[in-house]
């Protein structure tokens, strides 16, 4: 992990931008954060549009985070941003604003196509980046995981042992074969769903919520599109990693 | 409104047991509502199966509602505690035990038949309550309800002004013509399901919750039964309402 800018914001919160071999990501730690008080982390999921366009919001939620002292994370996913144009995710995408621009049901062929190769490699890049952040004296556990990809989430959660709780943003179309990996999911959850989010599929997104094994878990439904998550359920969701990460 | 009796908590807490005609309520004052800064009200709705069963579970809400300075209040329901027996009543609840028992689908004329008289002779009697606690000088607006049985939530929500704002909790039948009123409800609603609530019919609190004219509403749903509300989920419930009442 080598670290190649950094700026500290008014606040005292440090953002530092990184590569992890030939993957960008940001690291923000809050002023609290020192090698004999480390910081617990949040790993800052998002979607495949580029960390460059994601930045904005990216950046309020680090430092929502940090208020809470916490750190925050985010890489760069495979085929975004700076990173080599991936040929087969291109293609599902394009094939699915196809359908939809055609009012079709999305087939479950380009779910799968779209999310799963997605989840195959983000997540083992994901874990790698756990192990950096986790080797620097100002980053401590436990660790939690917030927002969409939800694929990439539940499969985190299932396989990482060191995430301790997750805020699972059910805003992108799940493949079949994540319901039964969400079955083996044990740790607390906190599923934000937007009630009217167009380009999401509500039902898939309760029968997700019933799936999941977690003894804790909680869905916060909110009436909105896809990125009109109201102020007051980005806080009850900061409440949900206070309580359990703290 | 008569009050009969009244005693006060460790927390300063005000409790006074009132009878309006032949109603018997409650009502608990924070120990910062005075005639010259009056106390908000929460309205504590509760299912009809009396006040005193219900008194643990009510001074509790009670007392949360007082710490974030709230006033707080509740009636008997027709039919309930030591009001006359409702015969129509009581044999709709032995039907609707009776098809429970026998594992068969509960009918829409048994939910009709429990649900809506109620509703008729409940909603007057808690808007003659409310006529009655906001002419004490210690208690002001804006009103908020908070509880079940949700059809009372929803009428009240819909007919009465003075509710600025709705914490409901699904987990009663809905009879169908309570869709209709729900899609007439504008205030800022928070409906909290549990998730595995025996006696209720998830797929329709979602169809309710979907239903409802507001533009700001939000659904918790939490696993667990009917009476396995986690605090953190009253906490966020209290939040709300300090969020619209305060």
Chains 1, 2 share one sequence.
Not at 147 to 158: D, H, K, P
Not at 167 to 191: C, K, N, W, Y
Not at 228 to 242: C, E, H, K, S, W
Request: glycine content about 10%; proline content about 7%; cysteine-free.
């Amino acid at each position: 992990m080598h670290f190649t800018s950094e700026q500290r914001f008014d606040d005292g919160v440090l953002e530092r931008s990184f590569t992890l071999g030939e993957i960008p990501g940001i690291l923000w730690t809050p002023p609290s954060a020192t090698a004999s008080a480390s910081a617990p982390l949040i790993l800052l999921g998002h979607p495949p549009l580029g960390l460059e366009k994601m930045y904005p919001r990216l950046v309020a939620r680090a430092r929502q985070a940090a208020a809470d002292g916490f750190a925050a994370a985010t890489i760069e996913l495979p085929g975004s941003g700076d990173r080599p144009r991936w040929r087969a995710l291109d293609q599902a995408r394009a094939d699915l604003r196809q359908a939809m621009r055609a009012g079709e049901p999305v087939g479950e062929e380009i779910v799968d196509r779209l999310v799963l190769p997605l989840v195959e490699r983000a997540v083992p890049e994901w874990r790698a980046a756990l192990d950096a952040l986790l080797s620097l004296p100002d980053i401590g556990g436990p660790v939690g995981y917030s927002g969409g990809v939800i694929s990439i989430g539940i499969r985190l959660a299932g396989v990482e042992p060191r995430i301790a709780a997750a805020v699972l943003f059910a805003g992108s179309l799940v493949p079949r074969a994540m319901f039964d990996e969400a079955r083996q999911v044990t740790i607390p959850l906190h599923v934000l769903l937007q009630w009217d989010d167009e380009g999401n599929d509500r039902q898939a997104a309760l029968d997700l919520f019933d799936a999941f094994g977690s003894k804790e878990k909680t869905l916060h439904a909110n009436l909105g599109g896809h990125s009109g998550v109201p102020q007051f359920a980005g806080d009850a969701a900061a409440q949900f990693l206070v309580r359990h990460l703290k």
